[in-house]
């Protein structure tokens, strides 16, 4: 329908507007740093960050009553990072803690992107 086309379109604002704001933050918690030393890191970083996003959009399959099985859901942990995060950009004085806040924030908000977009497209399964 004409509002599963409208999650979608919303959906996939709130994932690129979470990847904006994380890659963002990451640029400003790295910047005060000399760039030489830090490049092996940031491309480390960048390998394993795309295979952690990957095993955690995994872990929204997973089928279960457990309370531990619940707890390993994108959907259930997304907003405790959302909480730390809004703590640490609102209430923290240090811009390292601050940058660690965005990055959460962004995190969280591309999660929650990706959950509107599954949940419009989850009547073609």
């Known amino acids: ?3 599963n086309a409208l999650n979608l379109i919303g959906g996939l604002c709130l994932f690129l507007f979470g990847m904006n704001l ?3 933050a990451l640029e400003l918690l790295l910047y005060t740093s000399d760039a030489a030393d830090d490049t092996p890191c940031v491309i480390m970083g960048a390998n394993i ?3 952690v996003t990957a095993w955690i959009l995994s872990l929204s399959g997973i089928e ?4 531990l099985v ?3 859901k994108p959907s ?16 923290c004085k240090a ?16 999660m929650f992107g990706m959950e509107a977009m599954s949940s419009a497209v989850s009547s073609l399964r």
């Open 1 to 3: 329908t004409i509002f």
């Open 22 to 24: 994380m890659g963002q």
């Open 49 to 51: 960050g795309t295979t």
């Open 64 to 67: 279960g009553s457990s309370l």
């Open 70 to 72: 619940q707890m390993f």
């Open 76 to 91: 259930t942990f997304t907003p405790i990072l959302a909480l730390v995060g809004i703590i640490l950009y609102m209430f």
């Open 95 to 110: 811009d390292k803690k601050k940058d660690t806040g965005m990055i959460l924030l962004g995190f969280a908000t591309l």
